[in-house]
């Protein structure tokens, strides 16, 4: 988890509260400070450097989880039909309808993965001309 924090900063509770993180490498059992949004006010909080707020084995609503990250992945068609699905990719927090669409390699579809849903993208087409 402090790898996680460290890379992304994005995390939140376990039940979805916003998360503040101060310090990762603190002494004690308690490694993790930061606070967490309740309301509108912030709580300070510390948790172990796996983002458990109590001991193993004891689940905690403040416990901390990663934020799900929103994946895109393409389908292409090839000329004879055969369909081939390229790896998911994180564009951050670029607008997919921003991405111009290769004409030389241009896929077929393009989907959006968040939390199980599927859900297409329609992209725009590129204005460059060749």
């Given at each position: 988890?402090?790898?996680?924090?460290?890379?992304?900063?994005?995390?939140?509770?376990?039940?979805?509260?916003?998360?503040?993180?101060?310090?990762?490498?603190?002494?004690?059992?308690?490694?993790?400070?930061?606070?967490?949004?309740?309301?509108?006010?912030?709580?300070?909080?510390?948790?172990?450097?796996?983002?458990?707020?109590?001991?193993?084995?004891?689940?905690?609503?403040?416990?901390?989880?990663?934020i799900p990250q929103v994946k895109y992945f393409n389908v292409y068609t090839?000329?004879?039909?055969?369909?081939?699905?390229?790896?998911?990719?994180?564009?951050?927090?670029?607008?997919?309808?921003?991405?111009?669409?290769?004409?030389?390699?241009?896929?077929?579809?393009?989907?959006?993965?968040?939390?199980?849903?599927?859900?297409?993208?329609?992209?725009?087409?590129?204005?460059?001309?060749?």
């Amino acid at each position: 988890m402090t790898e996680l924090i460290l890379e992304t900063g994005k995390v939140q509770t376990r039940d979805g509260r916003e998360v503040r993180i101060y310090a990762t490498d603190a002494d004690g059992d308690h490694a993790v400070h930061g606070a967490i949004n309740n309301q509108g006010c912030w709580r300070l909080i510390c948790w172990d450097i796996n983002g458990r707020r109590f001991g193993v084995g004891v689940k905690s609503q403040v416990d901390l989880v990663p934020i799900p990250q929103v994946k895109y992945f393409n389908v292409y068609t090839s000329r004879t039909g055969d369909i081939k699905i390229g790896d998911g990719f994180d564009i951050g927090d670029i607008d997919p309808n921003d991405i111009p669409v290769n004409k030389l390699c241009r896929p077929s579809e393009t989907f959006r993965y968040l939390n199980g849903d599927i859900t297409k993208v329609e992209l725009k087409e590129s204005s460059d001309a060749d």
